[in-house]
């Protein structure tokens, strides 16, 4: 690997002189877009204000204009409090950010697109690594600047360019009002760079790069609207819960330079094969990585950052949740497959974790009210299924789901986005306050929205797994890559804490299968009680809901295709026709070897009776799941908000989310908070660094000056009685010996 690579290097490499060598460019580009938009948001910080700011303020308000609090995006107003009702005036660099925010993706997109035909013609088996400029090189550890291109890298790169342009574009027509429209577009621009940079970068400290720029990030468009406490505090809360996970990576990292003196991905690769097939330390590696990812892919018990990241703007909230952040975990592992699948123990664990948030989450969005709060704990769910897929050694399966989540998440956010738009008109035209993204306060949508309402059911049909649309076929690769790993591979042969692999594999099976039952149920229900029975807005406010405007239905259109058909990417062996198991094909080159490892050298197989049983339950489980709601739940019995009434017994148990924060809050943070105020702040700053180091050393110097104040009195006499005790007290101790 590392003799290709250089060969590489020198021009030997198929893609060398093709479109490839302009890898460096996909991530420059939204970079490029960051730094011109973020200049053209900082001209409103350079203005200078009034001479008087109170007759500014006076004057405004006679006109209606908004305050600084509340002055975004008149749309966006219900998720961050309704301001006044008057249309605030547009940013004076609006038109040129509609153009360069949405551009540079698009620019991005194409130049991966350009790339990935060229990969795919030139049949290239190993990477291509374009070095930029050396990085770090001391003593043993050398680190380049270095992107790769291959396979994995390139379907990422994909998605994350070509859901991000949606999503820019989606951004200009639900943000165009903010203030901060400038701001807004350089984070994200400034987002897709980091988020470039993690899945190009060529070694573990690149990646590591781009892991910690996402983060910090997320921190920037969560907190978006940092006005408001609780939204400053979302942003906070993601950005040290990513931390705890970070703290597994970096330790991931150094084990893997102390034991191979090397960070690369191929020599990484190549390294691996020394560790001890399921020993200790290639065990506590890949743990340790997973631990980082928990943090990052909101997997248990590290997830609770995700479902508050819908304090930021909408688009925000599809762009982390489909394109980008919570997927770095899932392409870490994909990534990191030879030393995974080196590891039983380490994979199941990753398995049984993604089954069990899987179903955790999904009995919570079973409850939950607010529109994009479904859609949280959904995406935690469904990224529980991706880890089981990569869990059980089946990569391909894992970034399967990876690609067609972010087709039919990001259409349901930004749907919801679109409702939240309507909502918001209706309630800014006629002064209502009531709660915009409240399920309860919808209703009947499907009259006003009919669009939105079609593509929103595409991409419900297929998060529940409905044939032929897409998470169908993501959904039961992996369920059936669970079941055919039950017999014939290291995992079942392994054991979990006693625990037969065997048994587990089948336990993690029947989880990810009522996962898929609930998944059903809950996502039926936020179709029913939003688009269907009767409208619950209000009588005067009907007459303003309407579809939102073409830059915002367009990419909607685009992801409800791709959620129609995005799985015939990656077809069952045993579907009649079309491009089958192409996306498993593809990513041979990458996970192929650790994928046949874990295997135990020979492809994954059911008998097809076997396999059309088990595509048989789960289609059925998912028309169970879609017909259960919809007998069970009465979108025309349900009131608004304000007349419902508070929940009881474990239904408010699962509206308040199993009160895993406030036990967090008490178990953790109170403890932390209050044992770093008494011993931090009051024992070590107040009391030793600024009581004893900082003001003792004052005090002293203030005593000795004293001292000397008292002896330079300027009287003679003193003087001279000094001087003779000084001459006694001498002559004496001499005399003394």
């Given at each position: 690997?590392?003799?290709?690579?250089?060969?590489?290097?020198?021009g030997?490499?198929?893609?060398?002189?093709?479109?490839?060598?302009?890898?460096?460019?996909?991530?420059i580009?939204?970079?490029?877009?960051?730094?011109?938009?973020?200049?053209?948001?900082?001209?409103?910080?350079?203005?200078?204000?009034p001479?008087?700011?109170?007759?500014?303020?006076?004057?405004?308000?006679?006109?209606?204009?908004?305050?600084d609090h509340?002055?975004?995006?008149?749309?966006?107003?219900?998720?961050?409090?309704?301001?006044?009702?008057?249309?605030?005036?547009?940013?004076k660099?609006?038109?040129?950010?509609?153009?360069?925010?949405?551009?540079?993706?698009a620019?991005?997109?194409?130049?991966?697109a350009?790339?990935?035909?060229?990969?795919?013609?030139a049949?290239?088996?190993?990477?291509?690594?374009?070095?930029?400029?050396?990085?770090?090189?001391?003593?043993?550890?050398?680190?380049?600047?270095?992107?790769?291109?291959?396979?994995?890298?390139?379907?990422?790169?994909?998605?994350?360019?070509?859901?991000?342009?949606?999503?820019h574009?989606?951004?200009?027509?639900?943000m165009?009002?903010?203030?901060?429209?400038?701001?807004?577009?350089?984070?994200?621009?400034l987002?897709?760079?980091?988020?470039?940079?993690?899945?190009?970068?060529?070694?573990?400290?690149?990646?590591?790069?781009?892991?910690e720029?996402?983060?910090?990030?997320?921190?920037?468009?969560?907190?978006?609207?940092?006005?408001?406490?609780?939204?400053?505090d979302?942003?906070?809360?993601?950005?040290?819960?990513?931390?705890?996970?970070?703290?597994?990576?970096?330790?991931?990292?150094?084990l893997?330079?102390?034991?191979?003196?090397?960070?690369?991905?191929?020599?990484?690769?190549?390294?691996?094969?020394?560790?001890?097939?399921?020993?200790?330390?290639?065990?506590?590696?890949?743990?340790?990585m997973?631990?980082?990812?928990?943090?990052?892919?909101?997997?248990?018990?590290?997830?609770?950052?995700?479902?508050?990241?819908?304090?930021?703007?909408?688009?925000?909230?599809?762009?982390?949740?489909?394109?980008?952040?919570?997927?770095?975990?899932?392409y870490?592992?994909?990534?990191s497959?030879?030393?995974?699948?080196?590891?039983?123990?380490?994979?199941?664990?990753?398995?049984?974790?993604?089954?069990?948030?899987?179903?955790?989450?999904?009995?919570?969005?079973?409850?939950?009210?607010?529109?994009?709060?479904?859609?949280?704990?959904?995406?935690?769910?469904?990224?529980?299924?991706?880890?089981?897929?990569?869990?059980?050694?089946?990569?391909?399966?894992?970034?399967?789901?990876l690609v067609?989540?972010?087709?039919f998440?990001?259409?349901?956010?930004?749907?919801?986005?679109?409702?939240?738009?309507?909502m918001?008109?209706?309630?800014?035209?006629?002064?209502?306050?009531?709660?915009?993204?409240?399920?309860?306060?919808?209703?009947?949508?499907?009259?006003?929205?009919?669009?939105?309402?079609?593509?929103?059911?595409?991409?419900?049909?297929?998060?529940?797994?409905?044939?032929?649309?897409?998470?169908?076929?993501?959904?039961?690769?992996i369920?059936?890559?669970?079941?055919?790993?039950?017999?014939?591979?290291?995992?079942?042969?392994?054991?979990?804490?006693?625990?037969?692999?065997?048994?587990?594999?089948?336990?993690?099976?029947?989880i990810?299968?009522?996962?898929?039952?609930?998944?059903?149920?809950?996502?039926?229900?936020?179709?029913?009680?939003?688009?269907?029975?009767?409208?619950?807005?209000?009588?005067?406010?009907?007459?303003?809901?309407?579809?939102?405007?073409?830059?915002?239905?367009?990419?909607?259109?685009?992801?409800g295709?791709?959620s129609?058909?995005g799985?015939?990417?990656?077809?069952?062996?045993?579907?009649?026709?079309?491009?089958?198991?192409?996306?498993?094909?593809?990513?041979?080159?990458?996970?192929?070897?650790?994928?046949?490892?874990?295997?135990?050298?020979?492809?994954?197989?059911?008998?097809?009776?076997?396999?059309?049983?088990?595509?048989?339950?789960?289609?059925?489980?998912?028309?169970?799941g879609i017909?259960?709601?919809?007998?069970?739940?009465?979108?025309?019995?349900?009131?608004?908000?304000?007349?419902?009434?508070?929940?009881?017994?474990?239904?408010?148990?699962?509206?308040?989310?199993?009160?895993?924060?406030?036990?967090?809050d008490?178990?953790?943070?109170?403890?932390?908070?209050?044992v770093?105020?008494?011993?931090?702040?009051?024992?070590?700053?107040?009391?030793?660094?600024?009581?004893?180091?900082?003001?003792?050393?004052?005090?002293?110097?203030?005593?000795?000056?004293?001292?000397?104040?008292?002896?330079?009195?300027?009287?003679?006499?003193?003087?001279?009685?000094?001087?003779?005790?000084?001459?006694?007290?001498?002559?004496?101790?001499?005399?003394?010996?």
């Amino acid at each position: 690997m590392l003799l290709f690579q250089e060969a590489a290097a020198a021009g030997a490499h198929p893609l060398a002189g093709t479109a490839a060598e302009w890898i460096w460019l996909v991530p420059i580009l939204p970079l490029i877009g960051f730094i011109i938009n973020g200049l053209l948001s900082l001209t409103s910080v350079a203005k200078v204000g009034p001479g008087n700011p109170t007759e500014y303020h006076a004057h405004h308000d006679d006109h209606g204009a908004h305050g600084d609090h509340g002055s975004h995006g008149a749309h966006a107003d219900d998720e961050h409090g309704h301001g006044d009702h008057h249309a605030p005036p547009r940013h004076k660099y609006a038109g040129i950010v509609s153009i360069v925010g949405p551009a540079v993706l698009a620019l991005s997109f194409a130049l991966t697109a350009t790339i990935f035909f060229a990969l795919k013609g030139a049949h290239a088996e190993h990477p291509f690594v374009k070095t930029m400029f050396t990085w770090m090189a001391v003593g043993n550890l050398h680190v380049d600047a270095a992107f790769q291109v291959d396979q994995l890298s390139m379907v990422m790169a994909m998605v994350i360019t070509g859901v991000g342009t949606l999503i820019h574009l989606f951004s200009v027509g639900y943000m165009q009002d903010d203030p901060g429209y400038p701001r807004y577009f350089a984070y994200l621009n400034l987002f897709v760079f980091f988020m470039l940079v993690l899945v190009l970068g060529a070694n573990y400290p690149l990646l590591f790069v781009g892991w910690e720029g996402v983060g910090l990030c997320s921190y920037l468009l969560i907190g978006f609207w940092f006005s408001e406490k609780a939204n400053a505090d979302a942003g906070k809360k993601a950005f040290i819960v990513n931390r705890i996970g970070d703290f597994g990576f970096l330790v991931a990292m150094f084990l893997l330079f102390s034991n191979l003196k090397t960070l690369d991905f191929a020599g990484v690769n190549a390294g691996a094969l020394a560790f001890a097939p399921g020993g200790a330390l290639v065990t506590a590696i890949c743990l340790f990585m997973f631990l980082g990812c928990t943090g990052k892919s909101a997997q248990i018990p590290l997830y609770v950052w995700l479902p508050d990241a819908m304090a930021g703007p909408t688009p925000v909230s599809a762009l982390i949740h489909a394109a980008t952040m919570v997927t770095a975990g899932v392409y870490l592992i994909a990534r990191s497959a030879v030393l995974f699948s080196l590891s039983p123990v380490a994979s199941l664990t990753v398995a049984l974790v993604g089954a069990l948030t899987a179903i955790f989450a999904a009995t919570i969005g079973l409850k939950q009210w607010d529109i994009k709060k479904v859609l949280a704990y959904s995406t935690v769910s469904q990224l529980g299924y991706m880890f089981v897929g990569v869990g059980v050694g089946a990569y391909a399966a894992g970034v399967f789901h990876l690609v067609t989540h972010a087709f039919f998440k990001a259409l349901l956010f930004l749907g919801s986005g679109s409702v939240i738009y309507a909502m918001h008109q209706a309630y800014h035209h006629t002064g209502n306050h009531d709660d915009a993204q409240d399920m309860r306060n919808m209703g009947g949508l499907r009259k006003y929205m009919p669009v939105t309402f079609i593509l929103m059911w595409i991409a419900t049909l297929a998060i529940a797994g409905i044939p032929p649309f897409a998470g169908f076929f993501s959904k039961d690769e992996i369920l059936g890559s669970v079941f055919a790993r039950t017999h014939g591979s290291t995992l079942a042969e392994a054991s979990w804490l006693g625990i037969p692999g065997s048994a587990l594999l089948y336990a993690i099976y029947a989880i990810g299968l009522v996962s898929a039952l609930l998944t059903a149920i809950y996502m039926t229900r936020m179709m029913l009680y939003t688009f269907h029975g009767p409208n619950r807005t209000g009588e005067k406010e009907r007459g303003f809901l309407h579809e939102a405007p073409w830059i915002m239905t367009g990419p909607l259109v685009v992801l409800g295709v791709l959620s129609a058909v995005g799985g015939w990417i990656n077809l069952p062996t045993f579907f009649p026709a079309g491009p089958v198991a192409a996306l498993h094909h593809w990513l041979e080159p990458v996970t192929g070897e650790a994928a046949l490892r874990v295997t135990l050298g020979h492809e994954a197989h059911l008998e097809h009776s076997t396999e059309y049983i088990l595509v048989g339950i789960a289609i059925a489980i998912a028309v169970i799941g879609i017909a259960f709601a919809v007998a069970r739940l009465k979108p025309a019995a349900l009131v608004p908000k304000a007349q419902y009434p508070a929940a009881e017994g474990f239904d408010r148990v699962l509206e308040n989310k199993y009160f895993v924060d406030e036990g967090y809050d008490r178990v953790v943070v109170q403890p932390l908070v209050g044992v770093s105020r008494a011993v931090l702040w009051k024992g070590m700053d107040a009391g030793l660094i600024d009581g004893l180091f900082v003001n003792g050393s004052a005090q002293l110097a203030r005593g000795i000056g004293w001292v000397g104040s008292r002896v330079q009195s300027g009287q003679v006499g003193t003087y001279a009685w000094v001087l003779i005790i000084g001459v006694v007290a001498v002559l004496g101790a001499f005399s003394l010996r």
